[in-house]
């Protein structure tokens, strides 16, 4: 788990991702993780106080460029993670897939009006890696057409989506059935911050905020 994932839960973005491979990356090397402790509220204490280590101190003879990486991905500041965010153009409406130059109040393609909390999906990967989907403010049908046009994993009717305020999804009999953190979506389930939103073979994080 991330250092924002701690202290601000309600704006995660795609850089906690960015630190779970720092850790992956520190423990491959390492063989150890970056951070220890038997007691839960200390090991948190760390994440928010301490610097990760290098490699190097504790496997010596480690690169300097492996040092670097490491120290880049695991920084408690997501903003030097040294992973850019999602280009403007990947912005785009989950109702009508119309692309987003900006981040607009309303869609310039269905009309709807966005909230003010910015409820989005940004998608990790999958046909839909790369994009940002941000969610109006409404009741809708969404699936291939407006997410992955060349994806023949989705269907049509993926799953319905209900905004206002907060966001309720339900998958719509799909072949390949919308789930949510591996869980089914046979009814209506509200979304929460951080949630995983898994969409024919493309995964999407839940987000809220700037």
Known sequence: MAPEQIATPDRVGFEADVFSLGVSCFNMVTGELPWT??????LVALKLRQDAPRPSSVVPGVSEEVDALCERLLSRDPRKRGVAPPKSG?????????????APTRCPGCDLPFPPTR????????????QVFLIPQAE??????QIAPESLNMSRRQ??????????????GAANPTRLDDGPLTFDAFLRPGDRLHVA??????LVGA
């Not at 799953?159 to 719509?172: E, N």
Request: proline share 4%; net charge neutral.
């Open 119 to 130: 409820p989005r999906l940004e998608f990790t990967d999958g046909p839909a890696a790369g």
């Open 201 to 206: 073979g493309s995964t999407g994080r839940f």
């Open 140 to 145: 809708f049908v969404t699936g291939r057409l």
């Open 37 to 42: 402790s038997a007691d839960a509220d200390e």
């Open 159 to 172: 799953m319905h989506v209900a905004c206002s305020g907060s966001v309720m999804v339900r998958d719509l």
């Open 90 to 102: 990947s912005l785009r409406c989950l109702a009508c897939g119309k692309s987003l130059g900006s």
